[in-house]
């Protein structure tokens, strides 16, 4: 749960392959435990939806520079710690494009651990 302003979004994954349906019954129970967790919940403005999103095999995201073009630089696919990582991962991409080394060693995060 993400909370704003106005608004509180709550936030699920479902990992169901890209042709499968979404099962509704698990955003109502994600909705009954906010209210439960968060009372004065209104929740009555409610959206559901479904999008199939890319997934690395080994879930872990990437983090490197580009070998085409020597000033891009990829920081991407943190999954589900995805904006409590989104920090960490700007420093990283701060290091590299400042030339320095990165730490701790993300040999394990390089995009070419798929070649």
Known sequence: MTPNADWL??????????????????????LSNARAA?????GSRTSVWNVPRPSMPDLLPTLDCSARHENVYLGYRHD??????????GQLIAQFAARRS?????????AERFA
């Open 9 to 30: 979004p709550i936030i699920m994954a479902e990992f169901i392959g890209l042709t499968a349906a979404a099962d509704i019954r698990r955003a109502d129970t994600v």
């Open 38 to 42: 968060l009372p004065g919940l209104d």
């Open 80 to 89: 589900h710690p995805g904006p409590a990582a989104g920090p960490m991962t």
């Open 102 to 110: 990165a730490e701790p060693d993300l040999s394990p995060y390089l």
